[in-house]
């Protein structure tokens, strides 16, 4: 059991749960934590209003895809996730890059997660402006 009382088996089902209703474009909001944080590489931490913008902002530029789980390490209330996307864009084009992810949990939700990508080829794929723009919008 970890300090919160939730078996690291059960943490690691919590974040493939939720990495998998994200990639499924209908994300199960209530696996995180109403004061979650969400940190995003070469970004500020976001609190879950503002990761739950970005990710409709992205949901809205795609046709389907999916993130694929390549590993999964867990230890006592944390649970570390290397994984790929492959994702369809509207305009054609395919999203595929690459992310390690380490999240925290308590009482069975996800508090924190920090996420790191290839910031170069998102940058690339979507246009420094574009990125900058959505990250302003998701702040309010």
Excluded: C
Aim: proline content about 1%.
């Amino acid at each position: 059991m970890t300090e919160n009382g939730r078996g690291i088996a059960e943490n690691k089902r919590t974040v493939l749960d939720f990495m998998q209703s994200l990639s499924s474009m209908a994300p199960d909001w209530d696996l995180l934590a109403d004061d979650a944080s969400w940190w995003i590489q070469g970004r500020e931490t976001l609190d879950k209003p503002a990761f739950q913008a970005i990710a409709a902002a992205m949901h809205d530029k795609r046709t389907g895809g999916q993130m694929f789980i390549d590993h999964v390490t867990a230890e006592e209330d944390r649970v570390a996730v290397e994984s790929h996307s492959r994702i369809e864009m509207k305009d054609g084009r395919l999203f595929e890059n690459t992310y390690h992810f380490l999240f925290t949990l308590r009482d069975g939700k996800i508090v924190a997660a920090r996420e790191h990508y290839d910031t170069a080829y998102a940058r690339d794929f979507f246009g420094a402006a574009a990125q900058d723009q959505m990250i302003a919008g998701a702040r309010g």
